[in-house]
T-cell receptor, first 118, second 116 residues
Framework: AQTVTQSQPEMSVQEAETVTLSCTYD???????LFWYKQPPSRQMILVIR????KQQNATENRFSVNFQKAAKSFSLKISDSQLGDTAMYFC???????????????WGLGTSLAVNP | DTEVTQTPKHLVMGMTNKKSLKCEQH?????MYWYKQKAKKPPELMFVYSYEKLSINESVPSRFSPECPNSSLLNLHLHALQPEDSALYLCASSQEFRQGLQETQYFGPGTRLLVL
């Protein structure tokens, strides 16, 4: 089975501090794609960052960066200089191959609810 | 520009009604997706269209009927829904389907559906 685990259902952080959200996944594939999405209370699902498994360099997008450990199947998200607008549900997702064909779909973790406190 | 629009924002319908949800993107994407999301849960994939053809149907009940009139538009026709179908319905699009990172999905704001 291919699953995505987010072990922290809820987290909180003070404004301007750094927080790390964990994500582990299970797959037998060698090349795959990983994503972090955020969903603020307004409900729009927004892409935060993405990573290709064959690229060893960790992806970064401004204050957001990942720590991708392929051997450990870990894909954690670090948010630096947290802002109030970062308050949201954060979902880790893995692009899973469905069968012998090329169809793929996103497999989602259950999410981490992050609260940034003033 | 990664904008996907959805209408209506909110919809209330009875179990005997017929209604439709609409999704539109103008990014030249060739794949479009429907998801259902319950509160505090991740989205569940319902359908995938690639080049206007249905590629994936995740065993969705026939009371949900998708339609892709052209590469920019995706509809979800609703008929004889049940109260448990109340949820947020998200539309997404991606450049391509089955093409690695070109499958990165961009989501619309969703339609909040309540079935009475």
């Amino acid at each position: 089975a291919q699953t995505v685990t987010q072990s922290q259902p809820e987290m909180s952080v003070q404004e301007a501090e750094t927080v790390t959200l964990s994500c582990t996944y299970d797959t037998s594939e060698n090349n795959y794609y990983l994503f972090w999405y955020k969903q603020p209370p307004s409900r729009q699902m927004i892409l935060v960052i993405r990573q290709e498994a064959y690229k060893q360099q960790n992806a970064t997008e401004n204050r957001f960066s990942v720590n991708f450990q392929k051997a450990a199947k870990s894909f954690s998200l670090k948010i630096s200089d947290s802002q109030l607008g970062d308050t949201a549900m954060y979902f880790c997702a893995f692009m899973k191959r469905l069968n012998a064909g090329n169809n793929r779909k996103l497999i989602w973790g259950l999410g981490t609810s992050l609260a940034v406190n003033p | 520009d990664t904008e996907v629009t959805q209408t209506p924002k909110h919809l209330v319908m009875g179990m005997t009604n017929k209604k439709s949800l609409k999704c539109e993107q103008h990014m030249g994407h060739r794949a479009m997706y429907w998801y259902k999301q319950k509160a505090k849960k991740p989205p569940e994939l319902m359908f995938v269209y690639s080049y206007e053809k249905l590629s994936i149907n995740e065993s969705v009940p026939s009371r949900f009927s998708p339609e892709c009139p052209n590469s920019s538009l995706l509809n979800l026709h609703l008929h004889a829904l049940q109260p448990e179908d109340s949820a947020l319905y998200l539309c997404a699009s991606s450049q391509e389907f089955r093409q690695g990172l070109q499958e990165t999905q961009y989501f619309g704001p969703g339609t909040r559906l309540l079935v009475l």
